[in-house]
C-alpha cells in the first residue's frame, strides 16, 4: 500500500511537469530497484555490466534526461550499443597526453529500451565493483527530493562488505595528477576534469559535457573514502565508509591509530 501511494504521489507530480514521460519510466526503474535481483544482474570482468531483466527506459528517454549525445553509435544484435566517452583536459579544457579516457556503454534492445550499462576498466579504479555494486542495491531503498528530482540511498539496508578501500597511490597512477588538491586536517580532496566527446548540445547545458570529479583521501590511510562527480549529467557520490563492515571499519580504525 505505501508503495502504491509512494508511485501514485510520484505519478501525479510528474504528470505536471511538461514532457514528463521520461522522468515516469526513469521512476518505474528506481521502483524495480527494490527487488534488485528480480530486475537486475550484474557481472563483472574488466568491465561492470549491469543487466535490465525488464527494460523500461528508451534511448529517447536517455537523450531528454541527459541533454547530451552519445560519442557514439553502433549497431548490435538487432539493436544500438551507445559510448559515452570522457577524456581527461587540463585548466584550459585541453587535453592531457598521454590520453587519460573512460567510458560508459548503454546497449538498447530491439524496442530501444535500455538493457545493459557497461562501466569501463578506468571507472572501476574509483569506484571499485564491489563498492559500485552495493550503492546500486542501496536505491532500492532510497529517498527522493522530488525539487531536485535526485536520490539518496539508505545505506542502512544493505549488506555491508569487507573489502579494502581503493589506495590512493594506484588511484594516482591511473588517472595522473589533479588539477587541484584541498589539504584538510585530516583529507586532502583531489579535484579532475575530464571531457565528454559529444555533439549538438542543447543550448543552455553545454556545461554538462564537462565531468568533473572529486576524489576525498583520507591522509592516515591513504585510501580513497569518497568519490563524487556528475557524468552526462548524472550525479553519483559515493562515501565508500557507510558500505564497509563494523569489523572491518573496527580494524581500519586500528590501523590509523597505530595500536
Not at 565531468?211 to 550525479?235: H, N, Q, Y
Request: hydrophobic share 40%; with cysteine.
Amino acid at each position: 500500500m505505501i508503495r502504491f501511494f509512494r508511485w501514485f504521489y510520484l505519478l501525479f507530480l510528474l504528470s505536471t511537469l511538461t514532457g514528463c514521460f521520461d522522468w515516469i519510466r526513469a521512476y518505474q526503474t528506481y521502483l524495480q530497484m527494490d527487488e534488485f535481483d528480480q530486475n537486475f544482474a550484474i557481472t563483472v570482468a574488466d568491465e561492470f555490466n549491469l543487466y535490465f531483466k525488464d527494460p523500461i527506459l528508451y534511448s529517447d528517454d536517455l537523450i531528454s534526461l541527459s541533454k547530451l549525445q552519445p560519442s557514439s553509435i553502433r549497431k548490435e544484435n538487432g539493436g544500438e550499443s551507445w559510448r559515452y566517452l570522457f577524456r581527461k583536459i587540463d585548466e584550459q579544457g585541453n587535453l592531457v597526453q598521454p590520453e587519460v579516457k573512460f567510458y560508459f556503454d548503454l546497449y538498447f534492445n530491439e524496442e530501444e529500451r535500455l538493457a545493459q550499462w557497461s562501466f569501463s576498466p578506468l571507472f572501476l579504479q574509483i569506484a571499485p565493483a564491489e563498492f559500485l555494486e552495493v550503492s546500486l542495491r542501496s536505491l532500492g531503498e532510497a529517498t527522493i527530493n522530488e525539487e531536485t528530482r535526485q536520490l539518496r540511498a539508505n545505506t542502512d539496508l544493505v549488506d555491508k562488505i569487507s573489502s579494502e578501500l581503493p589506495n590512493k597511490a594506484q588511484v594516482i597512477t591511473q588517472l595522473g595528477a589533479p588539477l587541484s588538491i584541498k589539504d584538510k586536517a585530516e583529507q586532502e580532496k583531489y579535484r579532475y576534469h575530464f571531457l565528454l566527446e559529444t555533439h549538438d548540445i542543447e543550448e543552455g547545458y553545454e556545461d554538462r559535457a564537462l565531468c568533473v570529479i572529486k576524489l576525498t583521501f583520507d591522509k592516515e590511510t591513504a585510501s580513497l573514502v569518497k568519490m563524487a562527480g556528475r557524468f552526462a549529467g548524472l550525479k553519483i557520490s559515493i562515501d565508500y565508509r557507510k558500505y564497509l563492515d563494523n569489523q572491518h571499519e573496527n580494524v581500519a580504525q586500528l590501523i590509523k591509530e597505530g595500536i
